[in-house]
Every structure is written in C-alpha cells, then in structure tokens.
C-alpha cells in the first residue's frame, strides 16, 4: 500500500446506527486488494481509539467493515485510519464518520478539509427600508408639531 490516503468509492460506502453501536462499511478503491483482519484508528485532534476490523477483496479493490460504539465517537467528526499487521504504519482512509447522538450518522468520503474556515462577519443591523424611508418625514412632523404646539402657547 501506499503513503497516500487510501481513496474511498463513496457510492458503495455507508455507516449506519444499529442500537448502541455504529457500523461502518467502506470500499477502498486501492489497486492492492487486501485481506484479513485490520486495525482501524479513530483520530480526532489528541484523541485516538482502535477497533477491530475485516478487509475482503474484491473486484473494485477491498470492503473494510468496522464497528465502534455510538458514545464513544460522540458529536465530532474522526478520522480513519487503516494498520494491516503488527509494527505496520496507519495508513490514512479517505474517509470520516460523523455520530451525533440522536442525528443519522454521516461517513464524509473524500479527503478531510485542510486549515479553518475564516470567522463569521459579525451581524450587521437590518436596514428598515420603510423605517428609512420615513424618517424625514417623522422629521417634518415632529418641527410642525412643535411650532403648533408653540404657537398656542402664547
């Protein structure tokens, strides 16, 4: 295999909730089919956890089929990554799985988006166009009515 991520075929991947548990099930489309049990690492920013899994070949490359418990990948997006024996490196899946608690469960394919989204603007006042629009006008009749209200007076 590979340095380079592992890419995904998204139309044949999917994770799933059943109960307490997330199944997930990835086609990796690398050119070297493997086969047999893996070790797949969640990684999101310090946290990392490993589960079991199964890699079959097939004839678009290998289905990768791993479970992990709901609570544990919790409301963030983790990153995959795939280890083939003892000693080997993790080598990166194209892929993340997104388990908030009581939403579908979401696997993002592709790769993971790099560096952070420039702040919000902040909120500007919505501009009234009618209140706008008659604000010379409440001028006007404010000046009218003190000078009515002035004349009477003396």
């Known amino acids: 295999m590979v340095a380079n991520p592992i890419p995904v075929d998204e139309t ?3 994770a799933y909730r059943d109960g307490a548990d997330v199944h997930i ?14 070790v797949v690492r969640f990684r999101h920013e310090n946290r990392k956890f490993r589960r079991s899994a199964t890699l079959v070949a097939n004839e678009g490359g290998s ?3 791993v479970t992990a418990p709901a609570k544990r990948l919790g409301r963030v997006p983790w990153l995959m990554s795939l280890q083939t024996s ?6 990166r899946v ?5 388990a908030h608690p009581g939403l579908p469960v979401a696997l993002l394919p592709g790769p993971a988006p790099r560096g952070q989204l420039a702040p919000p603007e902040p909120p500007q006042r919505p501009t009234d166009t009618v209140t706008t629009a008659l604000r010379p006008a409440r001028r006007v009749a404010g000046r009218l009515k003190r000078k009515l209200r002035g004349g009477k007076k003396g």
């Not at 003892?86 to 080598?91: H, T, V, W």
């Not at 194209?94 to 997104?98: C, D, K, P, T, Y």
């Open 94 to 98: 194209q892929a993340r799985v997104l």
């Open 63 to 65: 289905t990768l089929t």
């Open 25 to 38: 099930v990835v086609q990796l489309t690398d050119p070297e089919a493997l086969e047999g049990d893996m």
């Open 12 to 14: 044949r991947s999917l």
């Open 86 to 91: 003892d000693g080997e490196p993790f080598l």
